[in-house]
């Protein structure tokens, strides 16, 4: 590794910091979607996969810091991991303490990155020796991971008993489209239902709207007023372990290492069931909301780092959720990466952890002093500029988009059918989670029977 390598590595850690800081304060974008297309073409088109490294460890750490922004001025979260704080930050909201919010989620997200990334490095030393077990039995992993989760829903009945069918439905669609050489036996349909089972509850929603006594029923609103509370302004580099209290550190570092512990389950069911956990007992709505907050978004931030590293070091497989989602291009972009020679292959550990120290150190810099400094005249920009439904319309159009390049325009149909699928159960009490281990674990399971 030479100093053009180093440099390299600094100017895209910079670029990712800059890009994905606007990118997480824009409502409804979708990690995934906006993670691993820009990782797989930036491996296409020849980077150095310590440039690709560092670039996506500074992407997903500036994404989740700015992610949570627009919870906190308007309930609005800004990507799929920041839904489980919507309520605890408009209980912020409520008492006029925005930027509070905002303040301690940014600080959670630091607490994050800071613990995951050595505590990721020393579990993938110790699994180094089991690592070739662990990937002989991802399947299984999965499927006990989906049985936690569903263990830990409102509807806990419905949320196991749907595993198998739906782990039925994705398998009978890739089936369908090998059957019918839409894509060649085997090749693999996942990102376009991943995608599926994201947007979900708002396909749900709007193909309800086609039933007309539906549509009658439902409630109509005017403009949505939203006011922003003009934010302090803070003096020199700001310090998270000064806007947090001690117990708020505390909490957020034990949500970071629960966060890289169980790297290998979805981020989410962890979040919402670790954020309940350590404010259930707390009265004050406003102290249990802070709690809740910055632990929840240490946790997110910290199994993301974890659910990314510890794969990639470890086994070089994706065997988390992180890892065959957001991160799938440092693991798979054919004919670059393949799960025979990827990242994991291709840099040793050590030079792993320098393009992580890399991209993590320049966005925490960048966008931690910019999410304190100016994340509210930020966010007026975009409420006022960008339509919400402009947004959702453009992630519309890349999930469409991914579908099509996934198998043709019969899987836009089939996402479609996932969706709505996903959808309905979400409305009854299935969490995100279960669909997202169903789907990682369909292949074992059905090849059981």
């Not at 303040?103 to 990334?117: D, F, H, P, Q």
């Not at 497989?317 to 025979?340: D, H, K, R, W, Y």
């Amino acid at each position: 590794m030479d100093a053009v390598i180093i440099l390299q590595m600094v100017l895209a850690s910079v670029g990712g910091a800059a890009l994905y800081t606007l990118i997480g304060i824009a409502p409804g974008t979708d990690e995934t979607a906006v993670l691993a297309p820009v990782t797989i073409a930036l491996a296409l088109i020849g980077l150095s996969p310590y440039v690709i490294l560092a670039f996506f460890i500074s992407a997903i750490v500036a994404k989740k810091l700015t992610d949570s922004i627009p919870i906190a001025v308007a309930g609005i979260p800004g990507g799929v991991m920041a839904a489980p704080m919507v309520e605890h930050a408009m209980v912020l909201k409520k008492h006029g303490l925005p930027d509070v919010s905002i303040r301690k989620m940014a600080s959670g997200s630091v607490i994050g990155t800071l613990i995951s990334i050595p505590v990721s490095f020393l579990i993938a030393y110790l699994i180094l020796p089991i690592a070739d077990t662990l990937a002989e039995y991802s399947g299984l992993i999965f499927t006990l991971g989906a049985i936690f989760l569903a263990l830990l829903t409102r509807n806990k009945v419905l949320s196991l008993v749907m595993i198998l069918p739906f782990a039925m439905l994705i398998m009978g669609l890739r089936h369908l489209y090998w059957g019918l050489g839409i894509i060649p036996e085997e090749t693999d349909v996942f990102v376009s239902f991943f995608l599926g089972i994201t947007i979900g509850p708002i396909a749900f929603t709007l193909f309800e709207l086609l039933n007309k006594q539906v549509r009658k029923k439902m409630p109509r609103f005017g403009d949505k007023q939203i006011e922003m509370k003009k934010a302090k302004k803070e003096r020199g580099f700001p310090n998270p372990f000064k806007i947090l209290t001690g117990r708020e550190s505390v909490t957020s570092a034990i949500g970071s290492f629960l966060g890289s512990v169980t790297f290998f389950l979805t981020p989410v069911g962890m979040t919402v069931f670790w954020g309940e956990a350590i404010t259930r007992h707390i009265k004050d709505p406003v102290q249990r909301a802070s709690r809740a907050i910055s632990t929840m978004d240490a946790l997110t931030n910290a199994s993301y780092i974890s659910g990314t590293l510890i794969p990639l070091i470890a086994i070089g497989l994706p065997l988390s959720p992180m890892a065959i989602g957001p991160a799938a291009g440092l693991f798979n972009a054919p004919p670059v990466f393949t799960p025979e020679n990827n990242i994991h292959h291709m840099l040793s550990m050590g030079e792993i952890m320098t393009a992580t120290i890399i991209g993590a150190a320049i966005a925490l810099i960048i966008t931690f002093f910019v999410t304190i400094k100016f994340s509210t005249q930020i966010c007026a920009i975009v409420f006022k500029y960008i339509p919400h439904e402009a947004l959702i319309g453009l992630f519309a159009g890349l999930v469409v988009m991914l579908a099509y390049m996934d198998a043709s325009i019969l899987n836009i149909f089939g996402t479609i059918l996932v969706a709505l699928v996903s959808g309905l159960l979400f409305r009854n009490g299935v969490n995100y989670g279960v669909m997202f281990m169903a789907l990682y674990a369909a292949p074992w399971l059905l090849g059981l029977f």
